[in-house]
C-alpha cells in the first residue's frame, strides 16, 4: 500500500508563508498525480492544487498567483509553497495521490493532513 506523509504546518500571521510536504512511500508505482486539498471548519473539503508526474501544474482560482506546487520524483515528493497567506486559508491541508485503474493500486490515497493556521 501507499502511505503519504505531510510536513511543514504551522502558525503564521497574515501575510507571512509556509512550505508544506508531501514524502510517498510504499507501493510508489501507484501514484500518478499527486496533489493538495484543505479542509476549513465548518466547510467541505476543497482542491487546492495538483500536478502531474511530468510536472504539470493546476491551481484553484483562489490558490493561483500566491501558491506554488512542485514535485521530486525521485524524492516522491511534493511540495505546496504558500506565500501572502491569509486568515482565509486556515485548514487543515491534505496531501493526496491519484492511481486511476492501475491495478493492484486503489484509486486515490490520502495523508493524515497537516494543521496551517493564519492569525490576522
Known amino acids: 500500500q501507499v502511505q503519504l506523509a505531510e510536513f511543514g504546518g504551522g502558525l503564521v500571521q497574515a501575510g507571512g508563508s509556509l512550505n508544506l510536504s508531501c514524502t510517498a512511500s510504499g507501493d510508489t508505482i501507484c501514484i500518478s498525480d499527486m496533489g493538495w486539498y484543505r479542509q476549513a471548519p465548518g466547510k467541505e473539503r476543497e482542491e487546492v492544487a495538483s500536478?502531474?508526474?511530468?510536472?504539470?501544474?493546476y491551481y484553484k482560482d483562489f490558490a493561483r498567483g500566491r501558491f506554488t506546487i512542485s514535485r521530486d520524483n525521485a524524492k516522491n515528493t511534493i511540495y505546496l509553497q504558500m506565500n501572502s497567506l491569509k486568515p482565509d486559508d486556515t485548514a487543515v491541508y491534505y496531501c493526496n495521490g491519484e492511481a486511476g485503474l492501475r491495478v493492484g493500486c486503489r484509486p486515490t490515497y490520502w495523508g493524515q493532513g497537516t494543521q496551517v493556521t493564519v492569525s490576522s
Open positions: 500536478i502531474s508526474s511530468g510536472g504539470r501544474p
